[in-house]
């Protein structure tokens, strides 16, 4: 199976912690490139992920993000710091002593940095849930490229029967062209009132046969849909070879049309190459 590069999958997961929400986007790009977008307390899992994408896809350009809402109820309690607060309030008491006042706020004290703490958050257990929540968005998100690579794959796969369809034409159509082509040879030495030499036309003929020749691009062509279609069975990473396979399309497409000295043969040149330019077009998003 074929994977396209473009996809876009969702996935949110909620706990007693609060909820986190992953997406993951990607477009198509020569090898894989990936970006993330986490909150500043969870940066420190961006070298897992980046790993698993790794594994998991081979070209593409990715953009990952989470979105972290942290459940206002679940907060730590607050714990405190005693020995800090009884040395604050000596010397609070020091100080009131010698300016004659020994009103002391309690608050004050509490708002002192590092008396009144709250329990630290289980950040293994937090990044353990959203890992596997992650874990599965990348899950959807694969079988989302999975499904637009089958999408592309059939595609494809009615272009290439085009493409056999006009080349079989053009193969049906060369003896009654070769023909027409030599009645045209021997209408132009009757209107030139010549006499036409047996050899003086198998000549002729012999030089038009070689110009009209498009046998080998034919055979080639027919060998370069058989070879796609293995391609698209076999299935995996297999945009760049099908690129290459563009490339020889077009290079027989070409040819065909140069050697075209009829309209049918014109306008199947023509045809092919709109196929094989919709095929590359598909094949621009294949992993």
């Not at 999408?151 to 034409?169: D, F, S």
């Not at 009757?190 to 009209?212: F, H, T, Y």
């Not at 070409?254 to 095929?279: C, F, H, P, R, Y």
Request: proline share 3%; with cysteine; aromatic share 6%.
């Amino acid at each position: 199976m074929i994977h396209s590069m473009t996809a876009f999958a969702r996935n949110e997961v909620k706990g007693e912690w609060g909820n986190a929400v992953w997406e993951i986007r990607s477009v198509n790009q020569r090898f894989l490139e990936t970006y993330f977008r986490l909150p500043e307390q969870f940066r420190s899992i961006e070298p897992v992920l980046r790993e698993r994408f790794r594994k998991a896809l081979n070209r593409g350009k990715v953009e990952c993000s989470l979105r972290f809402t942290a459940n206002p109820a679940n907060k730590g309690a607050l714990n405190l710091n005693s020995t800090l607060a009884e040395q604050l309030i000596a010397h609070a008491q020091t100080i009131a002593g010698k300016l004659d006042d020994s009103s002391i706020n309690p608050v004050e004290i509490m708002r002192w940095p590092g008396v009144m703490e709250a329990e630290e958050a289980d950040m293994d257990a937090i990044q353990a849930d959203i890992l596997a929540a992650f874990d599965q968005a990348l899950k959807d998100f694969i079988a989302a490229r999975a499904s637009e690579g089958a999408n592309m794959k059939a595609l494809i796969e009615q272009r290439l029967e085009g493409i056999v369809v006009q080349a079989e034409k053009v193969k049906a159509h060369m003896p009654e062209i070769i023909q027409w082509q030599k009645d045209r040879i021997v209408e132009k030495f009757n209107d030139a009132g010549i006499e036409p030499e047996s050899g003086r036309v198998e000549q002729e003929l012999v030089l038009l046969a070689q110009k009209m020749d498009v046998d080998e691009e034919i055979d080639r062509l027919f060998s370069h849909v058989k070879e796609t279609q293995g391609i698209l069975k076999k299935g995996g990473p297999q945009g760049r070879r099908l690129d290459f396979m563009m490339q020889e399309f077009n290079r027989e497409a070409n040819t065909l049309g140069s050697k075209s000295i009829n309209a049918d043969i014109t306008n199947a040149a023509v045809e092919l190459k709109v196929l094989i330019e919709q095929m590359r077009e598909q094949i621009q998003n294949v992993e």
